[in-house]
């Protein structure tokens, strides 16, 4: 009994080293953990604290990245139409604060007045999330169905410089896929962003 | 009098050539740079992501020039690539060219479809800049977070040429 639990734990270990150093995340089919993670108004939040959702539109964003900062107002806006339809945006902040002082719990409060967020904003203090997601850059989307299920990984639309000129709406178009009970098409994509600014390893 | 010409020639020839270093080649579609990572080749070319407000980028940009002096009698070759966006070639991008020297090519990529050519430059590419590209006979190799010195810069060029 004793020796299976060793075995357990060693196994576990070694499934932790692998997700942290190889950086796998999930992928799409994946279910995706829950976190209990720092919301700027001081509470602790976990995605099965928000009632009665279709989905979860989890987004790794944060102040400073130029590409971020792009669509910020995007990110509003999605929060805005989908949040009534039951796919709320969950935004997560894994910068270290030390790399990065603009991405401060603090920072990140006064940001998220000035912008006038109405959606909970994440700080990923430990950068765990982030690792477990196996987000790379900012902004990450993930859209996951009502069972965290990973149905959309990528970007919001294609193009970051400006809305108008954008003609792929990749979230927008993966979510009417979900309300149709589809699978979303693509439901990968890759974007340009800012490496996620990761804490010092030693 | 012929001289004179001759040494007038050799100035503004100079100038010249000057003036097409600092050249910089907007790139409306990814295709009119995708010739950067064509594998057959025969020298190393270092190839760089970044952008003016990109503040990790910006950081590593004298290893570069650093890099380009030490293997100056060897075939290494620099390219760069700028994610500035079209409305900031001019505001932005030229008047810090103009400032800080860099090695090799000018490049201004404006396609913002990035979906569409993220994995023409390398499938293990997430998308996250800076990142390096060295091509050389050898294949390609992929440095997908910024050099902490010049030395991690050197040793990955040092590692495609031998």
């Not at chain 1, 939040?45 to 130029?66: A, E, H, K, Q, R």
């Not at chain 2, 050249?23 to 409306?28: E, G, M, N, Q, R």
């Not at chain 2, 293990?124 to 440095?143: C, F």
């Amino acid at each position: 009994m004793k020796k299976n639990f060793v075995i357990f734990l060693f196994l576990g270990f070694i499934g932790l080293v692998f997700s942290s150093f190889v950086g796998e995340g999930l992928n799409v089919g994946d279910t995706a953990p829950d976190f209990k993670l720092k919301n700027i108004d001081g509470q602790m939040m976990s995605l099965s604290n928000i009632d009665d959702v279709n989905g979860y539109i989890v987004v790794f964003t944060c102040n400073t990245c130029p590409f971020s900062v792009k669509y910020e107002d995007r990110i509003i806006e999605a929060n805005k139409k989908y949040a009534p339809m039951g796919y709320p945006v969950v935004a997560i902040n894994p910068n270290d604060a030390n790399r990065r002082p603009g991405d401060s719990f603090a920072e990140m409060k006064v940001r998220a007045k000035d912008k006038g967020f109405d959606f909970p904003y994440l700080h990923d203090a430990t950068q765990e999330v982030a690792i477990a997601y196996g987000a790379t850059h900012t902004p990450h989307v993930y859209l996951l169905d009502k069972d965290r299920k990973v149905q959309y990984i990528g970007a919001i639309d294609n193009n970051a410089n400006d809305v108008a000129d954008a003609d792929e709406f990749y979230l927008s178009d993966a979510i009417s896929a979900l309300k149709a009970g589809e699978k979303p098409s693509p439901d990968f994509t890759k974007a340009l962003g800012c490496t996620i600014k990761w804490k010092a390893t030693n | 009098m012929a001289r004179s010409i001759f040494i007038l020639l050799l100035i503004c020839s100079g100038s010249f050539v000057k003036a097409q270093e600092q050249k910089v080649v907007a790139a409306s579609k990814f295709e009119e740079i995708e010739f950067l990572f064509k594998t057959e080749i025969d020298s190393v070319h270092v190839i760089n992501f970044w952008a003016t407000w990109c503040g990790p980028c910006v950081a590593e940009l004298p290893y570069f020039m650093e890099a380009s002096e030490t293997f100056a009698n060897q075939a290494v070759k620099f390219s760069f690539v700028s994610m500035d966006f079209k409305n900031q070639y001019e505001s932005k991008l030229l008047p810090f060219l103009k400032k800080n020297q860099l090695p090799g090519n000018q490049f201004n990529l404006w396609d913002m479809d990035y979906n569409a050519w993220i994995d023409k430059v390398s499938p293990a590419w997430s998308g996250a800049i800076p990142i390096t590209v060295i091509m050389s006979p050898k294949g390609k190799l992929l440095a997908t977070s910024s050099f902490e010195s010049s030395e991690e810069l050197f040793e990955l060029i040092a590692k495609s040429l031998d």
